[in-house]
Protein backbone atom coordinates (compact mmCIF):
# COMPACT_ATOMS: atom_id res chain seq x y z
CA UNK A 1 0.00 0.00 0.00
CA UNK A 2 1.28 3.25 -0.99
CA UNK A 3 1.95 5.68 1.99
CA UNK A 4 2.98 9.27 1.60
CA UNK A 5 5.09 10.62 4.07
CA UNK A 6 5.46 14.68 4.82
CA UNK A 7 8.22 15.90 6.89
CA UNK A 8 9.66 19.32 7.99
CA UNK A 9 6.69 21.70 9.18
CA UNK A 10 6.82 23.50 11.97
CA UNK A 11 6.97 26.87 13.98
CA UNK A 12 8.51 29.61 12.07
CA UNK A 13 8.73 34.06 12.31
CA UNK A 14 7.68 36.07 9.45
CA UNK A 15 10.12 36.42 7.00
CA UNK A 16 11.74 32.51 7.99
CA UNK A 17 12.27 29.43 5.40
CA UNK A 18 11.08 26.16 6.16
CA UNK A 19 11.63 23.15 3.71
CA UNK A 20 8.89 20.41 3.50
CA UNK A 21 10.05 17.09 2.22
CA UNK A 22 7.54 14.67 0.46
CA UNK A 23 8.80 10.28 0.08
CA UNK A 24 7.05 7.64 -0.23
CA UNK A 25 6.93 4.65 2.30
CA UNK A 26 8.39 2.09 -0.64
CA UNK A 27 11.56 2.62 -3.27
CA UNK A 28 8.49 0.65 -5.40
CA UNK A 29 6.29 3.72 -4.95
CA UNK A 30 8.18 5.90 -7.44
CA UNK A 31 6.96 9.58 -7.37
CA UNK A 32 5.63 10.86 -10.89
CA UNK A 33 3.81 14.11 -10.46
CA UNK A 34 3.34 16.05 -7.07
CA UNK A 35 0.90 18.53 -5.91
CA UNK A 36 1.42 20.38 -2.93
CA UNK A 37 -2.06 21.75 -1.03
CA UNK A 38 -2.37 23.77 1.63
CA UNK A 39 -5.48 24.11 3.89
CA UNK A 40 -6.17 26.65 7.09
CA UNK A 41 -8.50 26.98 9.16
CA UNK A 42 -11.90 27.14 7.91
CA UNK A 43 -10.39 27.49 4.67
CA UNK A 44 -10.63 25.40 1.42
CA UNK A 45 -8.12 23.46 0.40
CA UNK A 46 -6.10 25.02 -2.22
CA UNK A 47 -3.18 24.43 -4.77
CA UNK A 48 0.50 25.98 -3.66
CA UNK A 49 2.60 24.37 -6.28
CA UNK A 50 3.08 21.39 -8.88
CA UNK A 51 5.90 19.74 -10.42
CA UNK A 52 5.77 16.65 -13.60
CA UNK A 53 7.93 14.07 -13.60
CA UNK A 54 9.63 16.18 -16.57
CA UNK A 55 10.54 18.53 -14.08
CA UNK A 56 7.63 21.28 -15.12
CA UNK A 57 6.01 23.75 -11.95
CA UNK A 58 3.63 25.57 -11.37
CA UNK A 59 2.80 27.77 -8.66
CA UNK A 60 -0.32 29.87 -6.59
CA UNK A 61 0.33 33.66 -7.62
CA UNK A 62 0.23 33.75 -3.73
CA UNK A 63 3.48 32.00 -3.45
CA UNK A 64 5.23 32.61 -6.89
CA UNK A 65 8.93 33.77 -6.09
CA UNK A 66 8.89 33.15 -2.12
CA UNK A 67 8.31 29.24 -3.08
CA UNK A 68 10.22 26.69 -5.07
CA UNK A 69 9.32 23.12 -5.71
CA UNK A 70 12.04 20.72 -6.86
CA UNK A 71 12.75 17.01 -7.19
CA UNK A 72 15.49 15.00 -6.35
CA UNK A 73 14.97 11.69 -8.11
CA UNK A 74 17.13 9.80 -7.00
CA UNK A 75 15.93 9.71 -3.53
CA UNK A 76 12.21 9.49 -4.93
CA UNK A 77 11.67 12.75 -2.71
CA UNK A 78 9.77 16.05 -3.82
CA UNK A 79 10.81 19.69 -1.49
CA UNK A 80 9.08 22.99 -1.22
CA UNK A 81 11.03 25.41 -0.20
CA UNK A 82 8.95 28.22 1.63
CA UNK A 83 10.66 31.34 2.22
CA UNK A 84 9.70 34.80 3.34
CA UNK A 85 6.84 33.01 4.86
CA UNK A 86 4.09 34.88 6.26
CA UNK A 87 1.49 34.54 8.48
CA UNK A 88 -1.00 33.80 6.28
CA UNK A 89 0.98 31.04 5.04
CA UNK A 90 -0.24 29.02 8.18
CA UNK A 91 -1.94 25.99 7.36
CA UNK A 92 -1.44 22.00 7.25
CA UNK A 93 0.11 20.96 3.88
CA UNK A 94 -0.58 17.94 1.97
CA UNK A 95 1.72 16.31 -0.51
CA UNK A 96 -0.87 14.76 -2.93
CA UNK A 97 1.33 12.17 -5.38
CA UNK A 98 1.30 10.30 -8.80
CA UNK A 99 2.68 6.94 -8.91
CA UNK A 100 2.87 4.56 -11.57
CA UNK A 101 3.33 1.65 -9.31
CA UNK A 102 -0.74 1.80 -9.24
CA UNK A 103 -1.25 4.43 -11.57
CA UNK A 104 -3.29 6.42 -8.77
CA UNK A 105 -2.97 9.23 -6.93
CA UNK A 106 -2.48 9.29 -3.20
CA UNK A 107 -2.23 11.77 -0.53
CA UNK A 108 -0.05 12.58 2.92
CA UNK A 109 -1.36 13.10 6.31
CA UNK A 110 -0.24 16.70 6.47
CA UNK A 111 2.56 18.69 7.91
CA UNK A 112 1.45 21.60 10.34
CA UNK A 113 3.21 24.88 9.16
CA UNK A 114 2.82 27.62 11.77
CA UNK A 115 4.05 31.12 10.83
CA UNK A 116 3.86 33.86 14.23
CA UNK A 117 5.94 36.05 16.09
Known amino acids: QVQVVESGGGLVQPGGSLRLSCATSGSSFNINAVNWYRQAPGQQRELVAA???????NYADSVKGRFTISRDNAKNTVYLQMNILQPEDTAVYYC???????????WGQGTQVTVSS
Open 96 to 106: YIYTTYDWAWH
Open 51 to 57: ITNGGST
